[in-house]
């Protein structure tokens, strides 16, 4: 009789180890994350820290991230001295609607950013002054997994203001490619990394 009720027992044992091998797994269900601080990847090596805050709006497939930069802040590429500041902000606009992370997918992105700060010209070694604006529109992919974050993009647009000698604003580049120069013409490219909340 106990031979009867272990091999009983072990029947069920192994046939519910069975059947619950072959349910499909249960998919992890990530939180939906409306908030993220970003550091910009390597912008300490150019002569700046530059850190973000996205949020994004409730019911619709758009946020808005705010960045900051303290130029200065960093190893400083060009030995110039850099010395000021940058603030940016861009409105981003999702493509895919059906998304489940209000923060994941790519997106276009308009934004605008402002330069301002003192470095040492390589023309006379004086202490310049430069000011510059950026409107650029961008577009880029940001992905998501569980509180990590990764934001790339690639954006140009025109720009406006007092051009640094070395077309370098700490936020976006003026052109001065294949033998030429356009004071007007700004190019954005970077990554961001950081955590959701």
Known sequence: MKRKVCFIVLLLFVTSNILQAKQPPVPYLQKDYRNSFKITFLSWISGSTKLSYERAFPNIRQSGEWCASVIGAGRDKYQNDPKGYTMRYGHKFFLK??????????????????????????????????????????????????????????????AAGTPADTYYHHGFELWHFFNTENTNIALSFSIRLGICF
Do not use: C
């Open 97 to 158: 609607e059906n998304q489940k992370q209000s923060l994941m997918g790519f997106y276009m992105r308009p934004e605008i950013v402002y330069s301002h700060y003192y470095y040492n010209s390589s023309v006379d070694g004086s202490r310049t002054l430069t000011n510059n604006t950026a409107f650029l529109g961008t577009f880029g992919y940001q992905y998501v997994h569980k509180r990590f974050l990764a934001d790339f993009w690639v954006g140009g647009g025109y």
